[in-house]
């Protein structure tokens, strides 16, 4: 009897033959067939264990967008949804991933193959924990943090000295700020160790706090070989840091996974690599499929780059990923959408506008430690651009407003940063 719970995926295609026959070909490399008959491909195991194609809409004719062994003028373009038994998955990520996103890539007959949406069975999303944290955990370890939190990222992000890290978390820590980040090339080089930023950031923020009464957390970067995972993680957790950082297409969901099941800190997940299976409208996984993994796999924040950002995604883009991360997914915790690259006093208002809400945390570089009034000054100018956004007053309005009353951080940045906005 067949399994009744299926995981659902819908692919965009390009091919030269029928796009139900690729659609066919796609779904028998990724469950029960294989590119000849063999003996024991019975009906009963394609009853019970073969993909099946349940929607195919039609695109129309294009150029190819991927090379292949032809080159054909053009190819047809579709839509294809397949569904796989739950069955042959189990409640495994890896054997999900594998199944859904694994040889189909490498098909000949394919010259697009990109799996742009994925809706998982209860059983599965159940099977997994999910965030520890989320956005509610978060916000609690930040003493109740409201409204949207504001972080930043160590620059420069490597080579810098003992004595010149410290003095930046410290000036970082005493901006009230609520997060500071390692970058993601920062893991545990000879010169800065791991063990001695733990240290520094650990002693340097509790000293800060002492003094504002603003807890901040420092998500520490312990992306590195994977069997020495556990005791980067103990050691963070051991000096009394609150975070912990995985690049998670680096090191892979299972061992994201790994990581949330002995976690006692939150897990800031970096997207660093995931572009070169996303970047591709013809190639590799949404970003909106791919969320759902790492969100069951673990993942208490999440990067989802920013709007007006220095990488390649358009706007509208970004804030359909962000609005992905804050949709339930089964019981599990709402993970934090984390907005970076840069980002600064212009981009609340665009950003509000576009997804309508402050479950967010937004890192910006240079719009913190570049800020003319230095880093207090330009944490606060994005805290007043948010409420701006929040309020629905103008940028540049809200500025002057609050030069008058003698707190010129915002103008100072709109200044800087506007471009007369």
Same mark, same amino acid.
């Given at each position: 009897m067949r399994d009744s719970r299926a995981v659902r995926c819908t692919y965009y295609l390009e091919s030269e033959i029928e796009p139900e026959r690729a659609a066919a070909i796609l779904a028998g490399e990724q469950?029960?067939?294989?590119?000849?008959?063999?003996?024991?491909?019975s009906a009963r195991i394609r009853e019970r264990h073969a993909a099946r194609v349940v929607e195919i809409r039609q695109l129309g004719q294009r150029r190819p967008s991927l090379p292949s062994r032809r080159n054909p003028e053009r190819v047809r373009a579709a839509l294809a949804t397949v569904e796989f038994p739950m069955e042959n998955i189990g409640t495994d990520l890896a054997?999900?991933?594998?199944?859904? *996103?694994?040889?189909?890539?490498?098909?000949?007959?394919?010259? *697009?193959?990109?799996?742009?949406?994925?809706?998982l069975p209860e059983d599965f999303i159940a099977a997994h924990p999910g965030p520890a944290y989320g956005i509610e955990g978060t916000r609690r370890l930040l003493g109740d943090a409201e409204g949207v939190m504001v972080g930043t990222i160590v620059k420069p992000n490597v080579g810098l000295s003992e004595e010149e890290y410290r003095q930046v978390v410290r000036? /970082?820590?005493l901006a009230s700020i609520d997060l500071i980040k390692d970058d993601e090339l920062m893991t545990d080089p000879a010169y800065l160790p791991l063990e001695r930023r733990v240290a520094i950031a650990t002693e340097e923020i509790r000293s800060a706090e002492q003094k504002t009464g603003h807890p901040t957390m420092y998500a520490f970067n312990i992306t590195g070989d994977l069997a020495g995972l556990r005791e980067r993680h103990d050691l963070v957790v051991g000096a009394g840091g609150r975070c912990?950082?995985?690049?998670?297409?680096?090191?892979?969901?299972?061992? /994201?996974?790994?990581?949330?099941?002995?976690?006692?800190?939150?897990?800031?997940?970096?997207? *660093?690599?995931?572009?070169?299976?996303m970047r591709s409208k013809a190639l590799g996984v949404d970003y909106?499929?791919?969320?759902?993994?790492?969100? /069951?796999?673990?993942?208490d924040q999440l990067h989802a780059s920013g709007l007006g950002s220095k990488f390649y995604e358009p706007d509208e883009e970004v804030a359909a990923n962000i609005r992905s991360l804050l949709q339930p997914l089964g019981q599990t915790a709402?993970?934090?959408?984390? /907005?970076?690259?840069?980002?600064?006093?212009?981009?609340?208002?665009?950003?509000?506008? *576009?997804?309508?809400?402050?479950?967010l945390m937004m890192l910006a570089g240079g719009g913190v430690a570049?800020?003319?009034?230095?880093?207090g000054a330009g944490v606060r100018s994005l805290r007043l651009a948010w409420e701006a956004a929040v309020d629905g007053v103008p940028l540049g309005a809200a500025a002057h407003e609050k030069a008058q009353v003698g707190d010129e951080s915002l103008l100072l940045a709109v200044q800087a940063f506007g471009k007369g906005a």
């Open positions: 469950s029960s067939g294989t590119f000849l008959p063999v003996p024991g491909e054997t999900l991933q594998t199944t859904i *996103a694994g040889n189909l890539f490498e098909l000949g007959e394919l010259y *697009a193959c990109r799996l742009q949406d994925l809706t000036d /970082l820590a912990v950082m995985l690049n998670i297409p680096i090191m892979g969901l299972p061992a /994201l996974a790994w990581l949330r099941s002995f976690a006692e800190v939150p897990i800031h997940g970096h997207r *660093a690599g995931l572009a070169a299976s909106r499929a791919w969320q759902q993994l790492a969100r /069951l796999a673990g993942a709402t993970p934090l959408p984390v /907005l970076s690259s840069g980002q600064n006093v212009t981009t609340p208002g665009p950003t509000f506008e *576009a997804v309508r809400s402050t479950d570049a800020h003319p009034g230095g880093p």
